[in-house]
């Protein structure tokens, strides 16, 4: 009997082990993880260490391994990147987040196979032309990125696209726009992680906690505004394109509802029981001018596509997050 072989890259990091932990569901699939796990310490490892994958393979391994095992495979989620947005090292985003993104396209384009892929909300840039979630080249090659991140994941969309017009497309891809995720198995991601995740010790502490001041006119501090999405939405939209093989473009993924910091803050105090305390601090100024004031997924092309399930409310995904994971002794999903 052939194996149903699942590649998740990145399938380690914070939304990859999610959608690990989801499909290692199926006892018909064999989940094959292809990440770094760097330092023990770090305690990525624990991210899917209560899940049976069925394989680990280095990133510089990986198209070895599919030239012996890729006739297996029959679905690849490419989670895989540098996610910093404030990584200085531009080669390394570029070599990451592009050449070798474009490189899996190819190999799954060629050998007729299914793809679905992290984009990510930071090609909106500042949010001048909207986030309507259009994903036709010239919308695509007219928006703006704030930083290399962010360039990087457009230039792949654009890529992305740009093939498919030619007819050199996977036999079902995905891009997911994904907007500011939460949720467990975020601890290695250090100041990367979500706030809800970054201000958790303090209020368990029973301490106050700080956020950054606003530095824009229209914007009180703390009211600056994001499109906030539990991982557990993320996951279960990826399960629902696995399962929907007809669907291809470039789809925004957020809860379709701009929350302010202050909002998620107030939220996390609540689930721990406690009254807010917040001060607000000066934005650092590297941040200032590549600061996003506003997000908010457009998620009507997702709706169009078939997607029908309704987001994780703001309050609830904190609720949960704090209650299954933060405030457990054992916080991995």
């Known amino acids: 009997m052939s194996r149903r072989i699942v590649l998740v890259t990145g399938g380690a990091g914070f939304i990859g082990s999610n959608i690990v932990a989801r499909l290692c569901e199926d006892p018909a699939l064999d989940v094959v993880v292809c990440d770094r796990l760097r330092d023990a310490a770090s305690g990525k490892w624990r991210n899917i260490a209560k899940h049976a994958i069925a394989d680990f393979v280095a990133p510089e391994q990986l198209f070895d391994w599919l030239a012996k095992r890729g006739g297996e495979v029959e679905l690849v989620v490419h989670m895989g990147a540098v ?3 404030t990584e200085v090292d531009a080669d390394k985003i570029v070599q990451s987040n592009f050449v070798l993104s474009r490189d899996l396209w190819d190999w799954c384009a060629q050998h007729g196979k299914r793809l679905i892929y992290a984009s990510s909300a930071a090609t909106y840039g500042d949010g001048a032309l909207g986030f309507d979630g259009k994903d036709d080249l010239a919308s695509l090659q007219a928006l703006r990125p704030l930083n290399a991140y962010g360039w990087s994941k457009a230039l792949f969309d654009i890529y992305a696209v740009r093939e498919a017009q030619r007819g050199r497309a996977p036999a079902q891809w995905a891009g997911l726009k994904f907007f500011n995720v939460y949720g467990p198995n975020e601890d290695h991601k250090g100041g990367m992680k979500s706030v809800a995740a970054q201000i958790w010790p303090r209020i368990a502490a029973g301490e106050g906690v ?17 499109d906030f999405v539990y991982v557990r939405d993320v996951v279960d939209v990826v399960g629902w394109l696995a399962k929907s093989p007809a669907v291809n473009g470039v789809f925004n993924l957020g809860s379709g509802q701009a929350r ?14 406690r009254a807010p305390d917040i001060t607000y601090i000066d934005m650092p100024e590297v941040l200032r001018g590549k600061y996003q004031y506003y997000t908010q997924a457009d998620m009507s092309r997702l709706r169009a596509a078939g997607y029908n399930a309704p987001m994780t409310a703001l309050e609830d995904g904190v609720a949960d997050y704090v209650a299954g994971y933060l405030n457990t002794e054992d916080p991995y999903r």
């Open 83 to 85: 996610s910093s947005t």
């Open 210 to 226: 700080k956020l950054f001041k606003s530095h824009h006119p229209d914007y009180e501090d703390g009211g600056q505004l994001r």
């Open 260 to 273: 302010s910091f202050r909002d998620l803050a107030v939220a996390t105090f609540e689930a721990a029981g």
